[in-house]
T-cell receptor
């Protein structure tokens, strides 16, 4: 079963409204999560790194005031698309880093959520 | 800046053919490389993860190879089936200053595979 859950899977919103997408790690604590965006027929592009208890690190060209990321707990990161416009319509997907579980606690595994399709009308 | 390129962009083959998907990356200093499958309207399904110290990984009819020095990886699909139709994505794990990875991935643009019955 899924170890990272993303919600909602599909969302349609009106232009000018805000939309929140949640990413949850179900059975592990994820101090680091990542948010990606995929435009139609294009590849996934990293938007930002979400760090628990601190500010997100945004990639170049991504507006931090437009895409608000909150990682308030070790199992939940949220992406809020503020004042959404049709050009924000896209596929958004998160991933969570699961740290190594045995000594020397090195290495990590990345799990992806199921993704969220956002359509702004 | 790491760039990942996948060739071909699209591939259409009859059922039963063996096929190869190519992935190249510009910076050989990668941590791992991973192949994913993406079905239309769906998320990502991990197929194979190759660690930087490995040269290949196999799972069923899939075999992925990695040549870090040349910046290339290939995904070999044997005896293709219509159910293999999907977009295949290659992604590299960016390496950090400590020689490990935080988990950031750089993706290629994908190869759209169609297998005809």
């Amino acid at each position: 079963g899924a170890v990272v859950s993303q919600h909602p899977s599909w969302v349609i919103c009106k232009s000018g409204t805000s939309v929140k997408i949640e990413c949850r790690s179900l059975d592990f604590q994820a101090t680091t999560m990542f948010w990606y965006r995929q435009f139609p027929k294009q590849s996934l592009m990293l938007m930002a790194t979400s760090n628990e208890g601190s500010k997100a690190t945004y990639e170049q060209g991504v507006e931090k005031d437009k895409f608000l990321i909150n990682h308030a707990s070790l199992t939940l990161s949220t992406l809020t698309v503020t004042s959404a416009h049709p050009e924000d319509s896209s596929f958004y997907i998160c991933s969570a880093r699961r740290p190594g579980q045995r000594p020397p606690y090195s290495g990590n595994t990345i799990y992806f959520g199921e993704g969220s399709w956002l359509t702004v009308v | 800046k790491q760039e990942v390129t996948q060739i071909p962009a699209a591939l259409s083959v009859p059922e039963g053919e063996n096929l190869v998907l190519n992935c190249s990356f510009t910076d050989s200093a990668i941590y791992n490389l991973q192949w994913f499958r993406q079905d239309p309207g769906k998320g990502l399904t991990s197929l194979l993860l190759i660690q930087s110290s490995q040269r290949e990984q196999t799972s069923g009819r899939l075999n992925a190879s990695l040549d870090k020095s040349s910046g290339r990886s290939t995904l070999y699909i044997a005896a293709s089936q219509p159910g293999d139709s999907a977009t295949y994505l290659c992604a590299v794990f960016l390496i950090n200053a400590g020689g490990t990875s935080y988990g950031k991935l750089t993706f290629g643009q994908g190869t759209i595979l169609t297998v005809h019955p």
